[in-house]
């Protein structure tokens, strides 16, 4: 039952940003990209599972993916200059992989 309501509220959140895309409210549509409430949620499963220590380290992590999805909506902002948005989110994927793989070598 865990595991059904949590994919009605991941699937909620989905329905909303679907909405506000349609919508064209183009402040609010873009605000859903980064969504906070999605990181609050995460953040009271780690708590009801991991212990202190693991949870420091989790949100050690999410720095870490913070950086590259602040890199990853602006390069889909600056790629969209030149390109369709489906191609500029290939790149951004791509150069957010990079990010990844980067840090992964430098970190050991």
Do not use: R
């Amino acid at each position: 039952m865990d595991y059904v309501i949590k994919f009605l509220i991941g699937g909620c959140v989905l329905v909303f940003a679907s909405y506000l895309s349609k919508t064209k409210n183009i402040f609010l549509s873009g605000i859903i990209t980064t969504l906070p409430i999605l990181t609050l949620l995460n953040m009271m499963l780690q708590i009801q599972y991991l212990n202190t220590q693991e949870f420091h380290l989790a949100q050690k992590s999410g720095i870490l993916g913070a950086i590259g999805l602040v890199l990853f909506v602006a390069s889909c902002y600056v790629l969209t200059t030149w390109l369709k948005p489906a191609y500029a989110i290939l790149f951004a994927i791509c150069i957010l992989f990079l990010y990844f793989w980067m840090y992964k070598q430098v970190t050991g």
